[in-house]
């Protein structure tokens, strides 16, 4: 299974921009990049998923690198509320489904 | 729209017992996937069924098992409970099995003594 490489801990000031990288190098071709996040233990919030193209919603943009070997999920105006463990995660697909293949995570503090 | 349920929220068992967690997924969904979150780690990837067949098994014993009923919730069944069991036990819908996201439950703090 390809695996994600995330810095453990990360800072962001209120109303800037936060920027989450992951590496995930052993990333097959139909293999996509999934970002969640997670809040006080609480089920994991699903943010944005990309497969090799830049993709935005309402709450992130994910910007992936053109190997695929490594990607960044930015949040564009971070608030308190964004605190939390964020995950990027592989989606391998299995012989009739598909798992999702969790790393370690980043939290991230927003601070005032 | 009712998101992903289940039940209970909180499960203490002692060494040994057998627990069943349940779930509900999003209304329209027909895939459940389940998965262990022991504290600090990330969630592990325990099984995913689809239309009441499993469709993938993670790397776990075969103390866990599951099940999909034809209104598409969803049991675990955990035997012989051990200390390394305790665990926040985390349900996820998505419209199939393949090719889309998957939407969390809140989970069910399973703790063994």
């Known amino acids: 299974d390809a695996k994600t490489t995330q810095p453990p801990s990360m800072d962001c000031a209120e109303g800037r921009a936060a920027n989450l990288p992951c590496n995930h190098s052993?990333?097959?071709?139909?293999?996509?990049v999934y970002w969640y996040r997670q809040i006080h233990s609480q089920g994991p919030q699903y943010i944005i998923h990309g497969l090799k193209n830049n993709e935005t919603n309402e709450m992130a943009s994910l910007i992936i690198t053109e190997d695929r070997k490594s990607s960044t999920l930015i949040l564009p105006h971070a608030t308190l509320r964004d605190t939390a463990v964020y995950y990027c995660i592989v989606r391998v697909a299995m012989e009739y489904g598909n798992k999702l293949v969790f790393g370690a995570g980043t939290i991230l503090r927003v601070k005032s | 729209d009712a998101g992903v349920t289940q039940s209970p929220t909180h499960l203490i068992k002692t060494r040994g017992q057998h627990v069943t967690l349940r779930c509900s997924p999003i209304?329209?969904?027909?895939?459940v996937s389940w998965y262990q979150q022991v504290l600090g780690q990330g969630p592990q990837f325990i099984f995913q069924y689809y239309e009441k067949e499993e469709r993938g098994r993670g790397n776990f014993p075969d103390r866990f098992s599951a099940r999909q009923f034809p209104n598409y919730s969803s049991e675990l069944n955990v035997n012989a409970l051990l200390l390394g069991d305790s665990a926040l036990y985390l349900c996820?819908?998505?419209?199939?099995?393949?090719?889309?996201?998957?939407?969390f439950g809140p989970g069910t703090r399973l703790t063994v003594l």
């Open positions: 052993t990333i097959s071709g139909n293999e996509y």
């Open positions: 209304s329209g969904h027909k895939s």
């Open positions: 996820a819908s998505s419209l199939t099995g393949t090719r889309f996201e998957q939407f």
